[in-house]
């Protein structure tokens, strides 16, 4: 199927049903009217009950928060005001007759939301207060006031136990996102991803091979405007029921949908800003060398000598973002219909993205037993990213860079300047995406619901890694083969589906005992189509196509998975405060050996809402609710691990020929994740502090493992084994108060911690898995762990020579360094992260938020300092060795022909990631351009680090770090190509009709 | 094997399901969830088929219909085998060097490599795709493919392979060239998960592979793979330092013989990886000892290389090219006739018959048209026919083991200054690398 004509279809779709809706209905007379909005980020809030206490009178707010209440008799009245999720509020007032009163509401989110109802897998979700375990939700209206352009920012900070890593600076690159730590020493570790309770593509993948730096997320295909919120199950004990591939955790986004009985509401908007990076000078190294013109040697910091000459090297890049959209309803339908679209330009020409998106969802309740819900998404989604390596990377020629490269084309740079690398190494992915879900629920009594839901995602993605027929100026840095120009086009058509049925029967069995049984049947399908087309060498300028080129490589082909599962669940409630729930899914998919059966995951939770107990006595805790959890999920192998196999390998005059590959395995399972997870939420003071604490421990088992097969045995591709065991455990802390609740200033205060303890209980192999060049999976220490040798004392000869150079011997003393062993040098993922936000209300309109992240106990490996010090020997150290540590001279000295612990700095850091400031503009100025309401935000990104340990020698930046290593592979967390984070600087004007 | 057989033989691996053709029925997972009617039925099992076109599955190749196919491979594996080969003991035994950093020619100019498959220098961990030289998987590789295809061809009957002496005389020349690289290369060996060896075993199994060959290729009437034996015996031979003997080997390998490699620009393991490295890529260029070869001040044409008057860009070494390989589709020499004399004429000084070695010596300068060499004294003579050697098979994988073999002095010297950081190592070997000594269970 081509996602890129449905794409296309869809978009007229989209956008025609903008146009075509029927405009906001009037409005009418009325005696109080008012708006009702959230108190911390004053977004309006739709469907709130509004009612005048005992005379019912009552309606529903709109989209913009707006209520209107007529034919109330004059004198004093209590309005009253209740949401689900929010702490109800009254105010009394007196209205005199044909008087029109305005009352104001801001609701406090209900701190534990217990009986708001979370997407668990089961046919009608479940109540908050029923579930044993965490499940985080993220408000998709931060984005409307926040500095956020994509769901990976969304994501990050706002939810302990989220690590959210984007590694690349240049827009549209991908984030690596980890739930609680890595569960699998062989998978991405990536969580599932679900869009309106359909599984979707979270694929990460960069534009071509490892020659680009950054890769790019399908999660980012979707627009932070069309999201409602986003649920985050963190771990087995909560993803059972969605059973194989969820043990990593899973992320359900959940678009907006409009409400019932609210005339239509428009809502345009847009964001004008600038990206670029902050302080370029200070973040590349001053190398040395040998000025040619003078013969003596000094250091150069290429930024400044560009500047001096005129050229920037990095420059501002424009962000533009528009958007538009409609919702609202009748009795028996709504509707959500959006278009937007985005334009990010980075730093420097070769990094940019640009972002369409539109959607219709359309939920109809012809009866009162049936509703159907139906959305789709569409999205093009194109993306430009540097190049990577010596031969690509224009920002490693500026890392490297030297005086004695001064006097030549090159201008100091290492390989060739900038703009050289801009016109060879054009990397782009152009991503086409439609994703659907059709939903029918039927509940034919009030003690049985189920749904039905089928859904279809469908991507079309083009990698392209283009070079033309070089200019003169740009080809004398390369060979005449890369001078000729290349094109690789590698497409990858993605089709996902999903049928998913699901039934639940509520029952009391006594007056205190309340039954629901739930079963579900899922399939899901995943087929891959690959097809790649090469051209090399173009016989001229301008030729540029792969049928242009004088040789030409095609390939293609077909890669499948499919799961089916099945689920049982019995939930048993004790006078709605005491919950006892036990399920167990059964699943089998494709990629499971032959000589393996079935998988089963069982689980068992239990949650107990104390504070509702009579005998509850503690005042200052207005609710408590104790929670614990046991629970399975898996992670299936891929999908040809299983089978051994030879692989198809030409002859050099094209006649067909095989080798062998991959061993296989007949006894291939999935890994299996089991976790312990025990926590309380509650509040206090009012239910003006809200703290949600939550301890896990997880244990993958069966844990695949890439083992190496001796090459002496023919096959020797890796064999994939469950022999693994992976530990994960940590606690999760999240904290929010209104610290200040004054009549004309409030102060919120939020605080997220998490921390992981991440360990290779047992590798199931004698020695260590070799990932990368210092990364290794080694039983006792974290997955994918660095080691290296350790210099630990070196002598320097008056010439400034290293001698004498010893290392760690492991066991408290020295030896040389040829022999030394390679010791744990620090992990790549954060032991500890989270967030600090603030928001400040002035007044009842302007709002400034701030939200700083942190991470600590990761370690970065820099690439950059092996060149600099060891391979290239540009350092200044290495030019004043009288004044430099002795070790890093032996180091650099030795470090060409392996790797030493001085390139793996410690990389912990603190930003200040977000800070916005917003306010509604006064209602007479929206009403003068016919708008309701109208409101301006101004916000920054990447401000600026408030701490960072990445300082023992000059690098770039602690988030430098290549995503598309830590997705598997060596995983190493490189930091030489990858763009430092962008600063980031964004006016919105957001009007609503 | 036909294009209709592979295309058969893809066909049933299209349809067939990778995880296996028999397993147990989701009915005992029906039967605990109650959902028995849903689950049995067929519809479900059938999702879970699944295509797999670009595999061949294992077991659809245990078939003698297969057997061409397979012993095709073999020389396919072997011949990318080889070439990377030649660019492995080029770098080692200083006939290339590296001219830029980050590739693993680095390690192998510097020698400086350890065991490990990354940083310490890929030799275990590169293959026949991989940018970088690769040695140990795919000279494996072949080796194991091509004793496989013995052990099988052993069972199949002439009545299911026809021309089964043909491909066995084949499979055995890939099976002897790739267990005498693996000789000259390795410090010591090991095969199929089997015990730690040495390389005297290896070229002892190079020899009885060889002479497999030798006997099916006089059975089947295939005298270049006759005449390929012959010489891969002598070679053998010559390395284990029974030189009289490898003379006897080679003594009938005809004066017209020359047997090449054909490669091709059709993908990166076809190609052929001495002009890839030294002049599509840049990542070597020709060693210091090999840029004024010249015979009694005459340029030896066999050494055929330019100054490119240039370092590439970002580096300090100046970048020197050889037109012996002009393309990614130049074939490369396993063996001829002028090995053959150079064995010859090794055998006769050793055989007190110097003026044999001369005449032998002066047969490949007429080819040359480089004048004659004239001698009588022996170690003369011998420092000639190891000049020949370095000349008349630059680049054809041989100087390594000579470099070991003559005893040569390292160049350049170990504790040099290496020009990418460090020293020159003074390795010429390579130790079993950590993935066959940690995974194979009869290594400790």
């Given amino acids: 199927m081509d996602a890129r004509r449905f794409a296309g279809t869809g978009l007229l779709v989209a956008l025609g049903s903008l146009v075509f809706l029927p405009p906001a209905l009037s409005a009418q007379q009325a005696t109080i009217t008012g708006e009702v909005v959230e108190s911390g980020t004053r977004t309006p809030i739709a469907g709130a009950q509004v009612s005048v206490v005992g005379t019912g009178i009552g309606g529903l707010t709109n989209n913009s928060g707006r209520y209107l209440l007529t034919g109330v008799a004059p004198g004093e009245v209590t309005v009253q005001v209740q949401s689900i999720g929010y702490s ?187 990206n670029w990076l902050h302080d370029p000078a200070g973040k590349v190294p001053i190398n040395w060398g040998i000025n040619p013109s003078t013969g003596e040697p000094e250091g150069l910091n290429l930024v400044e000598r560009e500047k001096e000459r005129g050229n920037d090297i990095f420059s501002y890049g424009r962000i533009q973002d528009y958007s538009l959209s409609v919702s609202g309803g009748s009795e028996t339908m709504r509707y959500f219909v959006s278009g937007s679209g985005q334009s990010e330009d980075g730093a420097t020409p070769d990094s940019w993205q640009k972002r369409y998106n539109a959607r219709a969802n359309v939920s109809a309740q012809p009866a009162e037993v049936i509703s159907i819900e139906a959305s789709t998404g569409f999205s093009l989604n194109e993306v430009r990213v540097p190049g990577r390596g010596a031969g690509q990377s224009a920002l490693r020629s500026l890392f490297l860079g030297s005086p004695e490269h001064l006097d030549t084309p090159r201008r100091g740079f290492w390989i060739a300047p900038p703009e050289a690398f801009y016109e060879r190494s054009q990397f782009v992915q152009d991503a086409t995406r439609m994703t659907t879900s059709l939903t029918f629920r039927y509940d034919p009594t009030d003690w049985f619901n189920h749904r039905l839901t089928f859904g279809l995602d469908l991507t079309d993605q083009k990698n392209t890694a283009f070079t033309p027929h070089l200019s003169p100026s740009a080809a004398q840095f390369w060979s005449e083969q890369v001078a000729r120009g290349s094109r690789n086009v590698r ?79 019995e939930q048993l409630g004790w006078e709605n405060r005491i919950f006892l729930t036990a399920a167990v899914r059964a699943d089998d998919n494709s990629a499971f050996g032959e000589e393996f059966s079935l998988v089963y995951y069982p689980k068992v939770s239990g949650s107990w809402v104390i504070s509702e107990e009579d005998f509850w006595g503690l005042d200052f805790v207005s609710s408590l609710r104790l929670r614990a959890a046991y629970g399975e999920s898996g992670q299936q192998p891929d999908v040809f691990d299983a089978i051994r196999s030879f692989s198809p390998r030409a002859q050099p005059d094209g006649s067909p020929a095989v080798f062998p590959d991959a061993p296989g395995n007949p006894d291939l399972g999935p890994e299996q994740s089991r976790e312990i997870e025990a926590g309380f939420d509650a509040t206090m003071f009012g239910d003006r502090v809200s703290l949600d604490l939550t301890f896990y421990d997880q244990v993958t088992r069966d844990a695949i493992v890439s083992r190496n097969v001796a090459p002496s045995d023919g096959f020797f591709e890796d064999q994939f084994v469950n022999i693994g065991r992976l530990s994960n455990r940590g606690v999760e802390v999240s904290l929010d108060a209104r610290t200040l609740d004054l009549p004309t200033f409030d102060w919120d205060l939020g605080v997220n911690v998490g921390t992981n303890r991440n360990r290779i209980e047992d590798l199931g192999l004698e020695s260590f898995l070799e990932l990368g060049w210092t990364t290794r999976h080694q039983e006792g220490y974290p997955a994918a762990s660095l080691f290296a040798p350790r210099v630990v004392s070196a002598e320097v000869t008056p010439a400034g020579d290293p001698v004498n150079i010893l290392c760690d011997d492991g066991q408290g003393g020295s ?71 002795p070790r890093i001279l032996g180091a650099a000295e030795l470090g060409r022909s392996g790797e030493f612990q001085l390139w793996t700095p410690a990389s912990g850091y603190m930003r200040f990631r977000e800070v916005s400031l917003s306010a509604p503009l006064p209602t007479n100025w929206a009403e003068r351009i016919g708008a309701r309401a109208a409101r301006v935000s101004l916000a920054a990104r990447n401000l600026g680090m408030i701490w960072t340990e990445y300082f023992p020698y000059p690098a770039q930046d602690p988030e430098s770090r290549a995503p598309a290593n830590q997705l598997g592979g060596n995983r190493e967390p490189e930091d030489t190509d990858a763009t430092p984070p962008l600063t980031s600087l964004a006016l919105t004007f957001r009007i609503t009709f | 094997m036909d294009q209709n057989r592979i295309d058969d033989l893809k066909r049933r691996s299209k349809n067939a399901r990778p995880r296996g053709f028999s397993r147990s029925p989701l009915a005992v997972g029906v039967a605990l969830l109650s959902l028995g009617a849903l689950a049995g039925c067929d519809a479900l099992d059938q999702l879970l088929e699944v295509e797999a076109p670009s595999r061949v599955i294992a077991r659809d190749m245990e078939d003698p219909a297969a057997a061409q196919l397979l012993v095709e491979s073999v020389g396919n594996e072997f011949r990318c085998a080889f070439t ?216 030896d044409p066999r050494v055929p290389v330019t100054d490119e008057g240039r370092t590439v860009a970002g580096y300090g070494v100046p970048l020197w090219t050889t037109s012996k390989y002009s393309s990614l589709d130049a074939p490369v020499r396993l063996a001829g006739w002028p090995e053959a004399a150079l064995i010859m004429a090794e055998a006769a000084l050793a055989d007190n018959r110097p003026e044999d070695a001369v005449s032998l010596i002066n047969e490949l300068h007429d080819r040359a048209d480089l004048p004659d060499f004239e001698s009588s004294d022996e170690e003369e003579i011998m420092d000639q026919i190891v000049y020949e050697r370095r000349a008349e098979l630059f680049l054809e994988s041989h100087h390594l083991m000579d470099m070991k073999r003559y005893d040569l002095p390292l160049h350049p010297a170990p504790g040099e200054p290496f020009p990418f950081g460090g020293l020159y190592g003074s390795s010429t070997c390579f130790p079993l690398p950590d993935t066959e000594r940690f995974n194979n269970p009869n290594l400790s």
Avoid at chain 1, 512 to 536: C, D, H, P, Y
Wanted: with cysteine.
């Fill in chain 1, 88 to 274: 109800s509020q009254e105010r009394v007032l007196t209205v005199a007759a044909d008087e029109t009163a305005e009352v104001n509401f801001q609701l406090r989110t209900e701190a534990l939301g217990l009986d708001e109802l979370v997407v668990t897998g089961t046919a009608g979700g479940q109540q908050r207060r029923a579930i044993g375990n965490v499940v985080g939700n993220i408000d998709g209206s931060v984005a409307e006031v926040a500095p956020i352009d994509n769901i990976s920012n969304l994501l990050r900070g706002r939810e302990s136990g989220v690590v959210v890593n984007q590694g690349n600076g240049s827009p549209g690159t991908a984030s690596v996102v980890r739930i609680r730590g890595q569960s699998s020493m062989s998978g991405d570790n990536q969580p599932l991803l679900y869009v309106d309770g359909v599984r979707v593509n979270n694929r990460m993948s960069t534009p071509q091979g490892g020659s680009s730096a950054g890769a790019v997320s399908r999660i980012d295909d979707f627009s932070p405007d069309e999201i409602e919120s986003v649920e985050v199950i963190k771990g087995p004990a909560a993803a059972t029921l969605y059973g194989t591939e969820a043990s990593n955790g899973v992320i359900h986004i959940i678009t907006k949908r409009g409400s019932f009985d609210q005339p239509a509401e428009w809502t345009l908007s847009t964001r004008q800003g600038a």
């Fill in chain 1, 491 to 569: 497409q990858e058509s993605v089709q996902q589906s999903s049928f998913d049925y699901a039934a639940s029967v509520s029952r009391d069995l006594s007056e205190r005992v309340s039954s629901t049984t739930s079963a579900g049947l899922q399939v899901n399908t995943k087929r891959v189509e690959l097809t790649q087309a090469i051209g090399e060498g173009f016989p001229a300028p301008g030729v540029e196509s792969v049928g242009g080129a004088a040789t030409t490589f095609g390939s293609d082909d077909v890669v499948e998975n499919n799961t089916v599962g099945l689920y049982v669940q």
């Fill in chain 1, 815 to 885: 030896m040389d360094c040829g022999d030394a062993p390679w010791l744990y040098a620090g992990h790549p993922d954060p032991s500890v992260e989270g967030s600090v936000s603030s928001t400040f209300t002035f007044g009842d309109r302007i709002q400034l938020g701030m939200l700083a992240d942190f991470k600590l106990g990761q370690t970065n490996y820099s690439t950059q300092m092996w060149w600099r010090y060891a391979a290239l020997g540009i350092a200044e150290e290495l030019w004043h060795p009288e004044t430099a540590d």
């Fill in chain 2, 84 to 299: 990377h080969y030649v660019n492995v003991s080029g770098l080692v035994g200083w006939e290339l060097r590296s001219v830029q950093n980050g590739g693993t020619q680095v390690f192998y100019d510097g020698r400086t490599w350890t065991t490990g498959g990354y940083g310490s220098g890929s030799y275990a961990g590169a293959d026949c795709e991989s940018g970088n030289a690769a040695l140990y998987l795919p000279l494996s590789r072949s080796r194991w493919f091509a004793d496989e295809m013995l052990g099988r061809l052993d069972e199949w009957g002439e009545a299911q392979v026809p021309n089964k002496t043909e491909l066995e005389a084949r499979a055995a020349a890939w099976a002897g060239y790739s267990y005498l690289l693996m000789g000259e290369s390795m410090c010591s060996v090991a095969f199929d998960n089997g015990p730690e060896q040495s390389v005297e075993d290896a070229l002892g199994l190079a020899i009885d592979r060889f002479q497999r060959a030798m006997a099916a290729a006089e059975s089947s009437g295939q005298s270049d793979f006759l005449n390929l034996a012959r010489i891969g015996t002598g070679r053998a031979l010559l390395n284990l330092g029974q030189v009289a003997d490898a003379g006897n080997a080679v003594a009938d390998v005809p004066e017209d013989f020359t047997f090449e490699l054909e490669y091709s620009a059709l993908n990166d393991a076809t190609h052929n990886r001495q002009y890839r490295s030294n002049q599509r890529d840049e990542n070597v260029g020709i060693g210091e000892r090999y840029l004024d070869m010249t015979f009694d001040g005459v340029p």
